[in-house]
C-alpha cells in the first residue's frame, strides 16, 4: 500500500467517532455520500458503506469506543482518485491479526467475515494492531 506521502489528500472531513450502532450507521451514510462526491459509482459506493459497517462493527464489539476518519485521496502517478477509511481504537488489540482475518475465525460467535469481508471489499487493506494499545485498520478504494 503506498504510503502517505505518496498520495495527495483532499480535503477531510473531522473523524465519526463510533461507540454505538447509531454511529455505525452514521459512518456508513458519511462514508456513502463522500464515495458519491468522489464520483464513485452505485455498486462500488455500497461496497465502500458494507466495509466501514464492518470495521465500525469491529469497534463497537471489540473497544467499545474509536473514530472513523475518511478522505478522498489521488495518487500523483497516474491521478487516480479514490478514497481512504481509518478505523482506529484504543481497545484491547487483536492478540493474533492473521488468525483475526481468517474467514470463519471469530471470538464473538459471530460468522468470521467482519475484518476479512471488509478487506475483501476494498482495494487495498492494512491492519496494525497492539495488544493493550488499540488498533488501526486503513482501507482503499479506487476509482475504476
Not at 61 to 82: L, N, Q, Y
Not at 121 to 131: A, H, P, T
Request: aromatic share 4%; proline share 4%.
Amino acid at each position: 500500500m503506498p504510503g502517505p506521502s505518496e498520495l495527495l489528500w483532499m480535503e477531510a472531513e473531522a473523524p465519526t467517532v463510533i461507540s454505538s450502532a447509531v454511529d455505525i450507521v452514521t459512518a456508513r451514510q458519511r462514508g456513502r455520500a463522500l464515495a458519491l462526491e468522489l464520483g464513485f459509482n452505485g455498486a462500488d459506493v455500497t461496497l465502500i458503506a458494507a466495509a466501514i459497517s464492518e470495521v465500525a462493527r469491529n469497534i463497537v464489539d471489540h473497544a467499545k469506543h474509536g473514530e472513523i476518519a475518511m478522505t478522498g485521496i489521488e495518487s500523483p502517478v497516474g491521478g487516480r482518485r479514490g478514497i481512504e477509511i481509518i478505523a482506529r481504537d484504543q481497545g484491547p488489540g487483536i492478540r493474533d491479526v492473521a488468525q483475526a482475518m481468517q474467514y470463519g475465525y471469530s471470538t464473538r460467535k459471530g460468522l468470521g467475515v467482519g475484518l476479512p469481508g471488509a478487506k475483501w471489499l476494498m482495494d487495498e487493506f492494512d491492519i496494525v494492531s497492539e495488544l493493550g494499545r488499540g488498533t488501526t485498520i486503513t482501507m482503499r478504494k479506487w476509482r475504476r
